[in-house]
């Protein structure tokens, strides 16, 4: 089931405030719980109107400041500094909080108020993968051909489908009612919407005439008169600047009247035909030049029976009708007569029965890498576990540990010398106090950790001087923490190699009850997934037992941080059409593999042999493997040998652009892991937070 909806349109003013209005009642209809949520609003004095609208009218009791992300200015002004990641990361976080309170959330995006249209429509694709919403999408069809509507469809689904975003309906708004069938067979027979659900809302004058209030509040008027009926809809302006005979025929229903405030004969007129049954009955008055009624004309307004608002503005005649007709109505939240009539139109016109079901039913599967680090993080903060790190003098330890103690994801150790440690701390300029340092040499635990290596070891002949020898190396000592249990898990690699890494864990933590060897995986995080690789880092040439165990290490860990595992083992060849060693030693470790998973992980998918073209494209599955639950499908990639496994994922970490967290270990009873020594700062981060994961997982936390 989904739990999210975004909706993004083409250009402003396409009338998305009415779609929102249907659509969040359509949703009320099936779920108790709806949030609405905008990424990036408009800088505005008063509150968004959207939110305004939606929350007064559906009685949703959110705070204002929990229903979006950023102001226009502040997210515009982090995209020109370089960090639009850090605009995202805020947004991500802001739609969390709302999502942990509401059982779904529909997310509108911006207004398209930028000079850049191209550039909104980018973000708005943007966050909405990096939300993980399905979109609906708006196109704007007022006062358009045919031809220019269909191409403006075309244009954005076929960009929406480029940036991956998963686009679920289309809906077509403010259409002249003669176009809308044809252009919805045009669309159809182009073969663009493919699955996707599409809809023609003809467009409605009377939701896009404004009121007299809101005319009155963009102009910045001040209300002389009627201030109770400032809800009437203005349909049309007419300035009153030459003689009365000629006034009087150009009056229409719904007119506004502009006229300058000393025209003493025009407010008569007005007045008159407020009261006259065969005139039509205009909107409102609006006096200009800052001018006012003198008190014979104020107190004949004050007798009259019916009445209309009457505005003054400072401005001039013609420079307040020219503004007046830039205005752009809305619908208020106390305006019901829009309100009511926004939905009827969007109930006739769309299938909502068929619209629900397919947005409840779609769960969309992408996960930006961005979504995947910022899940890491939080979820590693929700039960924080200590994490040792024994490079506590490198420069970038020193750093991720500042980073990952103020956002409060993990209680840190830091190894080394505790007099270096702090000096450095000090010329960084970071702030650390809650960081805990141990200098493995001087500290109170040494000596029984020194006879715990000891006795674990001794059946090997080792003497007491040997144990004391390598305690005092950081990552064994570190190693015997996590073994005594002072600290969760364990870290290291940025300035050690892999082997100093896992070799201490080995001797003392060992391997999990029926795993015989330690494993890793890489997530790849590519534009739109997050795929699981292994053994890319530590074992060269894996028997077929092994293989086998590897994958179900590998699955196990891809669940673990919330990846389905479906498990591809990768050769050469797919099925039964090739022979040779290789080939065989994948084909019996799957068998391997399923036999053993019907104990340890039932309902596990895996096949084997396989092509990384058959496992990962859907299109190539049909060709190679129709039948299988895992060709096209899969997530969790096993590599033959490490040779294939890592040149695989480094060619596509420099060649598809994606990130690759690792290598994560596996099967050691207590989390360890292993950083390269080219270790950026977020890559430390990241480990940790999984390293904290995993400690999690071991204790039954998650």
């Not at 390598?470 to 923490?481: G, L, P, S």
Request: proline share 4%; charged share 25%; net charge neutral.
């Amino acid at each position: 089931m989904s739990n999210s909806l975004y909706i993004t349109a083409t250009e402003a003013r396409s009338g998305k405030s009415a779609i929102i209005l249907g659509l969040m009642e359509m949703l009320l209809r099936k779920i108790d719980r709806v949030g609405f949520f905008r990424p990036i609003i408009s800088d505005v004095k008063d509150q968004d109107h959207d939110i305004n609208l939606v929350s007064s009218h559906f009685e949703l009791g959110i705070p204002y400041d929990k229903m979006y992300g950023f102001t226009g200015t502040k997210a515009s002004n982090l995209v020109s500094l370089g960090k639009q990641t850090e605009m995202l990361e805020g947004i991500i976080n802001k739609y969390n909080q709302l999502n942990d309170i509401c059982d779904f959330v529909l997310c509108e995006g911006t207004d398209f108020v930028s000079s850049v249209a191209a550039f909104e429509f980018d973000i708005n694709a943007e966050i909405s993968k990096n939300l993980s919403c399905p979109i609906l999408l708006v196109t704007n069809a007022y006062q358009k051909g045919m031809e220019d509507t269909v191409r403006s469809v075309e244009v954005a689904l076929k960009s929406l489908s480029g940036k991956r975003c998963h686009t679920i309906a289309t809906i077509i708004n403010r259409i002249d009612p003669k176009d809308g069938e044809a252009i919805i067979k045009l669309l159809k027979d182009k073969d663009l919407t493919g699955e996707q659900l599409l809809y023609a809302i003809p467009d409605e004058p009377y939701l896009g005439k404004p009121t007299v209030g809101e005319i009155a509040k963009l102009l910045g008027a001040e209300v002389l008169y009627g201030e109770e009926q400032l809800n009437r809809h203005v349909h049309n302006f007419t300035v009153a600047a030459m003689q009365l005979h000629n006034f009087l025929t150009r009056i229409e229903r719904g007119s506004l009247i502009i006229t300058p405030g000393d025209r003493s004969d025009v407010i008569v007129a007005c007045l008159a035909a407020v009261s006259s049954a065969s005139e039509q009955n205009i909107a409102g008055i609006v006096l200009t030049g800052g001018l006012k009624p003198e008190k014979p004309i104020w107190k004949l307004i004050k007798g009259f029976p019916r009445m209309v608002p009457i505005l003054s503005v400072k401005e001039n005649t013609f420079p307040t009708a020219t503004n007046a007709h830039k205005i752009h109505a809305t619908i208020s939240p106390d305006d019901d007569r829009k309100i009511t009539q926004a939905l009827a139109i969007f109930e006739k016109n769309v299938d909502t029965k068929q619209l629900e079901e397919k947005v409840i039913t779609t769960r969309t599967t992408i996960i930006t890498p961005k979504m995947f680090e910022y899940e890491l993080l939080q979820r590693a903060k929700a039960n924080k576990q200590h994490i040792v790190l024994p490079e506590g003098e490198d420069e970038r330890i020193l750093r991720a540990a500042e980073t990952l103690l103020r956002r409060e994801v993990v209680d840190i150790t830091l190894l080394g010398n505790e007099m270096q440690i702090r000096k450095k701390i000090a010329q960084l300029g970071l702030r650390m106090g809650l960081a805990n340092i141990i200098d493995p040499l001087k500290s109170d635990l040494f000596d029984e950790y020194v006879q715990t290596y000891f006795d674990l070891n001794k059946h090997k002949g080792i003497t007491k001087e040997y144990a004391r020898d390598m305690m005092r190396d950081v990552n064994y000592f570190a190693t015997m923490m996590v073994y005594k249990g002072q600290a969760d898990a364990m870290v290291s690699g940025a300035v050690h190699s892999t082997a100093s890494t896992i070799r201490p864990a080995l001797q003392i933590i060992k391997t999990r009850p029926g795993f015989s060897i330690v494993s890793s995986v890489f997530f790849m995080c590519l534009e739109d997934r997050v795929l699981v690789y292994g053994d890319c880092a530590v074992n060269p040439d894996p028997n077929a037992d092994q293989l086998a165990e590897i994958a179900l290490s590998s699955a196990q860990t891809a669940k673990t941080f919330g990846i389905d595992p479906v498990v591809a083992m990768l050769s050469y060849s797919t099925g039964e059409s090739g022979y040779g060693a290789d080939v065989e030693k994948v084909r019996e470790a799957t068998r391997i593999a399923r036999e053993k998973a019907r104990e340890s992980f039932p309902g596990l998918k895996i096949e084997g042999p396989i092509q990384y073209d058959a496992a990962v494209d859907s299109s190539v599955a049909k060709t190679k493997l129709l039948e299988s639950d895992v060709a096209g499908k899969a997530t969790t990639f096993i590599f033959p040998d490490l040779n294939t496994g890592n040149n695989t994922y480094k060619a596509v970490q420099r060649s598809a652009g994606a990130v690759a967290i690792g290598p994560v270990l596996q099967g050691l009873k207590h989390p360890v892991n292993d950083l390269s020594r080219g270790c950026t700062i977020p890559d430390i981060v990241n480990t940790v937070a999984i390293t904290a994961i995993q400690a999690q997982s071991e204790k039954g936390l998650l």
